[in-house]
C-alpha cells in the first residue's frame, strides 16, 4: 500500500514538479496549475507507471491525488479478488 503511494507522489511529482512531495496527497485542483492538458498529461503518466488504463475522468475530483489513488487501490483489489477466484477454479477442476 506505501508503495502505490510513493509511486502516485513520483508521477505527482514529474507532472508538478515545483510542489513538494509531502504536499502532492493533499493538492486540490484549486492549489495546482489544473488544466485538461495536466490532466491527459498526469493520466498518461499513472497509467505507464501502474500499467493500467485511465480516464482522466477518474480525477476531476477536487482531491486529485485521492481520487486516482482510490482508483487504483480499487483496480488493485479487483485483480486480487479475479487472480484468487481463478485459482479457486482451477484448484477445483
Known sequence: ???TN???IRCFS???PDIEPKKI???NIESLPWDSLTAVTLAAVVQ???DMEIDPAHFADS???E???NYIRGHEDRDVTEASTLTT???SV
Open 48 to 50: 505507464e507507471e501502474f
Open 14 to 16: 514529474s507532472v508538478f
Open 6 to 8: 510513493a509511486r502516485l
Open 25 to 27: 496527497p493533499l493538492a
Open 67 to 69: 481520487a486516482i489513488e
Open 63 to 65: 482531491n486529485p491525488f
Open 89 to 91: 477454479v482451477r484448484d
Open 1 to 3: 500500500m506505501h508503495d
